[in-house]
């Protein structure tokens, strides 16, 4: 039975699905300098480590099993932070029960699922207003937006390449970010930034062209590592690299390069932290700097999205990590996967 929500109070009461390390930082510390949001309630499989993840963030109701939580009237809207090939179950089973959807990247495990949860969140939004968003945070930062605002003025000139690296050490192999049974792997964990950044600066989806990954030894169907070359409409060419383990220990980058000039931006994904935007030169000129910016740290990019989340709930504003775009850029995901010869995420094969 479809439930239909009453029009959400204010604060937005959001509850929050698994007690996952990453909802401190994206959710639980911006919604309490939110004054529009609050965490009203968070469930758990392991009913103990959601009390005392409650006990330690002041969140007043502790559910056992994530199906008490969204049968919870005074839940108006979920976080979906559980491993990857979760995704898509649990935003549907949310959406059933009437509630608005802020799920973690990737948005689920393969394309064809993200056609299913955006096919949903359209009839859902028709029907009843529901919101889902993917969780792309620095989306939602001035810095997202700045860089797309250079390239679109015409100031690098004719776009003709772009670039993006996500790479950070991530060791431990038994991490589930290493697990294919909950769709992991470096494409998807820290290469959907990479992807989702390059369409940005690339302003269309591209086809890949070729790609290249370094394996699990313990697991040949789950990468490591990742570079994929794309194409976009047009001519524009892209370059794309991704790792939770390789000599490429860390590095968070983006590159637009121009017929008259280059932008370059470290940190893309965490500038509260640091970033650094660069204009140069074409190198043909020296590649000289012609100036740097850098914006506030605050709000960080976790405060911008739930801000946005917010306001795309309470006052139906634009949703730009839409369900759309998420099947779009979970598409180019696939495709690096079918380039690399690697299965795509959510399908079972044999190891």
């Not at 029960?97 to 990247?105: F, I, Q, S, T």
């Not at 590649?287 to 917010?310: H, I, K, M, N």
Request: glycine share 8%; net charge positive; proline share 7%.
């Amino acid at each position: 039975m479809t439930v239909t929500p009453n029009p959400p109070p204010q604060p937005l009461r959001i509850g929050l699905l698994g007690a996952a390390a990453i909802a401190p930082s994206a959710l639980v510390k911006p919604a309490s300098r939110n004054p529009r949001v609050t965490v009203t309630a968070v469930a758990a499989r392991d009913r103990s480590r959601a009390e005392e993840f409650a006990r330690k963030h002041g969140i007043p109701d502790v559910h056992t099993g994530y199906d008490a939580l969204l049968e919870d009237p005074q839940v108006d809207a979920v976080y979906v932070p559980l491993p990857n090939g979760l995704h898509a179950e649990w935003t549907l089973k949310a959406l059933r029960a009437g509630k608005h959807v802020l799920c973690e990247k990737p948005f689920t495990a393969n394309r064809a699922e993200a056609e299913r949860v955006a096919e949903a969140a359209g009839e859902a939004f028709a029907r009843s207003g529901l919101v889902v968003m993917e969780a792309f945070h620095y989306r939602h930062h001035p810095l997202a937006a700045r860089m797309r605002e250079i390239v679109e003025s015409g100031e690098l000139g004719e776009l003709q390449r772009v670039e993006a690296e996500v790479c950070f050490p991530l060791p431990r192999f038994s991490d589930i970010r290493y697990d294919y049974g909950l769709a992991g792997g470096a494409t998807m964990d820290a290469g959907c930034y990479a992807v989702h950044v390059a369409r940005l600066l690339g302003g269309d989806d591209p086809a890949v062209t070729g790609a290249r990954m370094l394996t699990l030894r313990k697991d040949p169907r789950v990468d490591r590592a990742m570079s994929a070359e794309l194409a976009f409409p047009g001519g524009v060419v892209g370059h794309v690299r991704a790792s939770m383990w390789s000599r490429r220990l860390l590095s968070i980058r983006a590159r637009a390069i121009g017929s008259t000039g280059e932008l370059d931006v470290i940190n893309f994904v965490m500038p509260q932290l640091y970033h650094r935007l660069t204009v140069r030169a074409p190198r043909a000129e020296g590649g000289g700097v012609v100036r740097r910016e850098r914006l506030s740290r605050t709000p960080s990019s976790y405060d911008c999205q739930l801000s946005a989340f917010a306001a795309a709930v309470l006052d139906k504003g634009p949703v730009i990590t839409s369900p759309a775009d998420a099947v779009a850029n979970m598409g180019v995901i696939d495709e690096i996967y079918r380039a690399c010869g690697l299965p795509v995420r959510g399908q079972p094969q044999e190891r």
